[in-house]
Nanobody, 115 residues
Framework: QVQLVESGGGLVQAGGSLRLSCSAS????????MGWYRQAPGKDRELVAT???????DYGDSVKGRFTISADNAKNTVYLQMNSLKPEDTGVYYC?????????WGQGTQVTVSS
């Protein structure tokens, strides 16, 4: 089993920045893909960014150039640096971990961007 705990959400004005963290605990495989997804009210959950254990990254089109995902494998932690935030970035951000033995989700952290 893997537990994913997010932190770093909050309220920020448009144009501001936030950094989210996701710490994984439990039985952690050296091979993984971890990432962030978000869900706004009334909308489907969508990809924000992912990073593999080989440090290959992928981003949703709406966040390219503004968000950066990174990983500290020694700490089993993934970060999401969010810059130039827009009101449409508002939503619950979920950490996701995909391992060869299963897929896991965190409980989510709220990000609210005011205009």
């Amino acid at each position: 089993q893997v537990q994913l705990v997010e932190s770093g959400g909050g309220l920020v004005q448009a144009g501001g920045s936030l950094r989210l963290s996701c710490s994984a605990s439990g039985i952690i495989s050296a091979i993984y893909t971890m990432g962030w997804y978000r869900q706004a009210p009334g909308k489907d959950r969508e990809l924000v960014a992912t990073i593999s254990s080989g440090l290959i990254t992928d981003y949703g089109d709406s966040v390219k150039g503004r968000f950066t995902i990174s990983a500290d494998n020694a700490k089993n932690t993934v970060y999401l640096q969010m810059n130039s935030l827009k009101p449409e970035d508002t939503g619950v951000y979920y950490c996701n971990g995909r391992y060869n033995y299963g897929t896991y989700w965190g409980q989510g952290t709220q990000v609210t961007v005011s205009s």
